[in-house]
């Protein structure tokens, strides 16, 4: 009795030990054809060494808040005639602008790019006796413009999207991140690895390699991943009621809606990780170098002089040395 009762109970643990372990690696375990892309690094670490060649690399990322962002909205706009679209399509650009001064945005930071300025037309049928035509007649005008908005702070973009969805602007095409000191960024990581890359060729050198009497050769490789690149397609996971299938009602599934999810570049392989803890997308900086050590010959060949006797035999058979040369 005791052990069926304890065979329960650890039945039962495991069962919750199961279902607790979605809460805490999310609904995106259940992707099984893509779960394994999002957790391999984009670079692998490697100290390795083949014959007398030891290569060494220091893998280093760096998260940056960006510094500035641009926004870019399309608007389109129909007219009857060339004079209705533009005025229409200005005021609502206008209207956009004063709107945003509200939240910050200084009107030196919204540009308006022109996309097009054309005609449409509908089709209109002509009625014959024996035959029917269609023919393109013209109805209007349309105009497309892009609007570009800077700004320094991102919850503003959730205000800027409520700006324009008050003037019927629904498109929000992208949002660009942009950082002003690049270049810090990789000297910072540059000091970073190579600090680190000393300490690993003194580790070898204790380890009793000779990397102080190696000849070595280096390189070094940076990039950047911008949010953009990093957003990754997403389907939600819903169950239907587990009563409803009892009672032997047919069920008709929810649609899953598809959706988007920031996917930022693993930590996993990197040995330097400046500002791992993130909030917002960041902007990550990475910097590889790597260092080849040709490691003296662990046993050296000695000298071999080549040595060559002249012999002079006899005419009684006896061998005597024969010098010849200075």
Request: glycine share 4%; proline share 3%; aromatic share 10%.
């Amino acid at each position: 009795m005791h052990f069926l009762q304890r065979t329960l109970l650890t039945t039962s643990l495991l069962a919750l030990a199961l279902q607790a372990k979605p809460q805490a690696m999310g609904n995106l375990m259940y992707e099984t054809n893509s779960r394994m892309f999002f957790q391999q690094a984009e670079q692998t670490v490697k100290a390795t060494i083949q014959g007398n060649m030891l290569v060494l690399e220091v893998n280093a990322m760096m998260n940056m808040r960006a510094d500035n962002y641009l926004a870019i909205f399309n608007i389109s706009q129909l007219g009857q005639s060339a004079e209705e679209a533009d005025s229409l399509m200005n005021e609502r650009v206008s209207s956009f602008v004063r709107r945003v001064k509200k939240d910050g945005v200084k009107e030196s930071d919204v540009f308006t790019d022109m996309l097009s300025f054309i005609p449409v037309y509908e089709i209109e049928t002509t009625r014959k006796l024996f035959s029917r035509s269609y023919q393109e007649v013209p109805a209007g005008f349309e105009i497309q413009k892009n609007i570009h908005v800077r700004f320094s702070d991102a919850r503003v973009l959730d205000k800027l999207v409520t700006a324009a969805a008050k003037e019927e602007i629904y498109d929000l095409v992208k949002v660009d991140f942009f950082v002003d000191q690049q270049s810090s960024c990789y000297d910072t990581l540059r000091i970073f690895a190579t600090k680190l890359m000393e300490q690993k060729l003194t580790n070898f050198e204790k380890l009793g390699l000779k990397v102080e009497e190696s000849h070595r050769t280096g390189a070094e490789k940076n990039g950047a991943y911008f949010p953009l690149d990093r957003y990754t397609a997403y389907q939600s996971r819903t169950q239907s009621s587990l009563n409803s299938k009892r009672k032997g009602q047919v069920v008709n599934d929810v649609r899953k809606s598809n959706t988007l999810f920031y996917n930022k570049v693993p930590y996993g392989n990197f040995d330097i990780v400046l500002h791992a803890d993130i909030t917002e997308p960041p902007v990550q900086y990475t910097y590889n170098l790597t260092i080849q050590c040709q490691l003296p010959e662990a046993f050296p060949k000695k000298d071999v002089k080549e040595i060559i006797k002249y012999l002079w035999i006899t005419e009684k058979g006896e061998v005597k040395p024969l010098a010849i040369g200075g």
